[in-house]
């Protein structure tokens, strides 16, 4: 079977459960307390228009409506099935349901997966049982789904208490029901209409890929969000990310794990630096999906991207009557990177036909020269929108005399500019409370968080000004073909991680391996001063950290005293460490140190790290993180946007470094780790030193770790 066949069929899937003519309710119950009943009871509620079968051993009717014993007794075959029963009578409805031929069910039941081993082994066998029948699950362990846009409801969560669902152009995809729920209640407040909002739960079968799929196919969902605590397939997830980019309709991604512990062991500087949530943040970067922090700014960025769509949005214009306000929320924006708009002359102009000439961005209308609030504010968004320089109007409403009346004046002036991004700000709790039922009542977007605004803008702006992966990174010159070497097994010490190195074009200093002191003398005899000495063993990963580097060493007698020095001095801190020798090398040259390094990603494999080295690498923590392979282009893309560019560039009149010399570095050792993805776990150099320009960079240390 073709993937692209593949995909198709499972996008027919969800069309099915989305779009049913009937829906059966196995363990349908007029119980509240049940999930059966919940879901029984919000399907008539909602008025879903097809027919309902509620399935129940023990009753003739349930809520008003004929109850059946089992699928078997139903008079037609249903579209759906949604079964509430317990984890021990979950096989045989759904061997019931797919001998029956219904397309799709929800198991809402619990006690698989999300139990443990044996649950696990259970989840198996019924998808297996399932799939036999080319019936489709969604589920189990979910609380189902809310598809506004078709109207059908089936769901069990209490928020469904509402007369009726806000449609709208968002659609969420959760793994956590409780957290989807909780969005979507939040979202009703905010006056955010939803198209299919759907519960995952264990994935056994329909996954997040496939609903995220016929959202990118649907034309009533303009914005799509996701919850995501662990993907079932990267790469399809990529191709659907850069889907989505292709057809400008923007992805939101809210991801728990932000702070896995699992780096603090970590063999190389490198894996400290890209742990999973790093090399899951950088895909999503990669790839155009907007990665928010919390709920608060996803939503408050849903919804000014659904109702301005494919606008900018980082040059902030704002006005309000509370100059207290406007300082707050201008310095909460800067602490994200969102700049204020500088206003033309033009602007200012019309600006102080209303104001005093000290009048600019941000403009407090309540110093207004001329005119009651409500004759200025409206004019004040017009022009203030009507600047090419700014993107977003952002009228932030204070304890005013008049809330309401000013936030219509406010959105009135924004209408009238034309169609460009506006968001109300609303910073009063009850007082503004009949203001967000009119905008909620409108379809306009407000939010009452500063915090969520900013972080809402700074999510946008770090992807739109991401370097995108290109679609085909082209490999450079001189390298060796792939399957050509074979792969290393374990780790690598020094000279042959340098060895492997060279044979991709990465300039390195390689030395010489002595056993003794003496012998450390004698190879330094034959080179030119000054020179270092390092330890060698497998059991020191950063040498400088132990002790075990000497550099400027410029005669015979002072590395055989170095390497005396240092083997006594690891000896008296561990007797346990191997000590297999030193390493003489000519002492590189350069003027910045950088790291760069491969860490390789369970789900998205090499991860490229590369920023500021030497022994200051983790205290600064200013990398870039690419995945594998990385086009010359875009590791010098990457590059510019570290705090270190500056000095790479010539900070302070200082010359220019060598920064084409440094993103060939990392394009080549990106095609080593795409080469070798299969065995290659971690490889660092550290320092990589860079010189002056045209003078190229070298890696004066290094080392790897192979599968074995």
């Not at 993937?3 to 509240?32: N, T, W």
């Not at 190195?501 to 012998?519: A, F, K, M, S, W």
Request: glycine residues 8%; hydrophobic residues 45%; contains cysteine.
């Amino acid at each position: 079977m073709s993937q692209a066949l593949a995909i198709g069929q499972e996008s027919s899937a969800v069309h099915a459960a989305f779009e049913p003519r009937s829906i059966a309710v196995v363990g349908a119950s007029e119980d509240m307390g049940k999930f059966g009943g919940r879901i029984l009871h919000y399907l008539l509620h909602h008025r879903f228009a097809g027919q309902i079968f509620p399935v129940n051993a023990t009753r003739d009717q349930v809520c008003g409506l004929d109850a059946y014993a089992s699928l078997d007794d139903l008079p037609s075959t249903p579209d759906l099935v949604v079964i509430c029963v317990p984890q021990r009578h979950v096989h045989g409805v759904v061997e019931s349901a797919g001998r029956l031929g219904v397309g799709v069910a929800v198991v809402v039941s619990n006690g698989f997966a999300d139990a443990g081993d044996e649950g696990r082994q259970q989840e198996q066998v019924l998808v297996a049982l399932a799939q036999r029948h080319g019936l489709r699950l969604v589920g189990p362990n979910c609380m189902g789904f809310v598809s506004a846009a078709t109207g059908v409801i089936v769901c069990s969560s209490n928020i469904l208490a509402i007369d009726s669902v806000p449609t709208g152009g968002v659609g969420f995809i959760s793994q956590s029901g409780a957290v989807l729920m909780a969005l979507m209640d939040c979202g009703f407040r905010q006056g955010i209409g939803f198209s299919h909002c759907v519960t995952l739960g264990n994935q056994a079968d329909l996954e997040l890929c496939d609903f995220v799929e016929y959202l990118l196919e649907d034309d009533a969902t303009q914005v799509i969000c996701t919850y995501v605590e662990g993907l079932k397939d990267a790469e399809r997830f990529q191709r659907l990310a850069r889907r989505a980019a292709a057809q400008n309709k923007p992805w939101i991604m809210l991801k728990s794990g932000r702070t896995a512990a699992g780096a603090e062991a970590a063999y190389s500087h490198t894996a400290s630096l890209a742990g999973s949530y790093q090399a899951f943040e950088t895909v999503c970067r990669e790839n155009g999906i907007i990665l928010v922090e919390d709920v608060e700014s996803l939503l408050c960025l849903a919804a000014i991207l659904e109702k301005f769509p494919g606008q900018r949005l980082d040059r902030v214009a704002l006005s309000s009557t509370s100059g207290g306000s406007l300082a707050l929320c201008a310095d909460r924006l800067s602490d994200e990177g969102i700049k204020l708009a500088e206003l033309s002359s033009e602007t200012l102009d019309k600006l102080h036909e209303h104001y005093p000439a000290s009048v600019s961005n941000p403009v407090d209308i309540g110093v207004a020269t001329q005119g009651a609030l409500g004759r200025v504010a409206r004019p004040t968004a017009e022009i203030l929108l009507s600047d090419p320089g700014v993107d977003i109007f952002l009228p932030v409403l204070s304890t005013a005399p008049d809330v309401h009346a000013l936030t219509q004046w406010y959105i009135e002036g924004a209408e009238a500019a034309g169609d460009k991004p506006y968001l109300v700000v609303l910073q009063p709790a009850a007082l503004a409370d009949s203001t967000r039922l009119e905008l909620r009542r409108r379809g306009i977007a407000f939010v009452d968080s500063f915090d969520a605004l900013a972080r809402a803008l700074r999510a946008w702006k770090q992807t739109m000004a991401a370097p995108r992966k290109p679609a085909d990174c082209e490999r450079p010159a001189g390298l060796p073909a792939p399957g050509t070497i074979a792969a290393p097994s374990g780790a690598m010490d020094e000279t042959q991680a340098k060895t492997l190195l060279d044979r991709y074009g990465i300039r390195t200093n390689l030395g010489v391996t002595c056993t003794t002191p003496e012998q450390a003398g004698e190879a330094a005899a034959n080179m030119q001063f000054p020179v270092v000495v390092k330890i060698v063993s497998p059991d020191i990963v950063h040498k400088s950290d132990m002790g075990g580097v000497a550099l400027n060493l410029d005669s015979v007698e002072a590395v055989e005293q170095a390497a005396r020095d240092m083997a006594a001095r690891i000896t008296a801190a561990d007797s346990s460490l191997r000590l297999e020798g030193f390493s003489v090398q000519e002492q590189a040259t350069g003027k910045m140190e950088l790291v760069l390094g491969v860490n390789t990603d369970e789900q998205f494999g090499p991860m490229i790290v590369f920023g500021a080295g030497g022994t200051l690498v983790e205290i600064l923590s200013d990398v870039a993180v690419a995945s594998a392979p990385v086009a010359r282009a875009t590791a010098r893309a990457l590059l510019e946007r570290l705090r270190i560019y500056k000095v790479l560039a010539g900070a302070r009149g200082n010359a220019p470094l060598d920064i084409d010399a440094v993103a060939e570095q990392i394009e080549r050792l990106s095609w080593l780790a795409e080469d070798f993805k299969d065995s290659l776990q971690e490889l660092d150099i550290n320092p990589l030193l860079v010189d002056d320009e045209g003078r190229g960079a070298v890696a004066v240390d290094a080392r790897a770790l192979f599968k074995k």
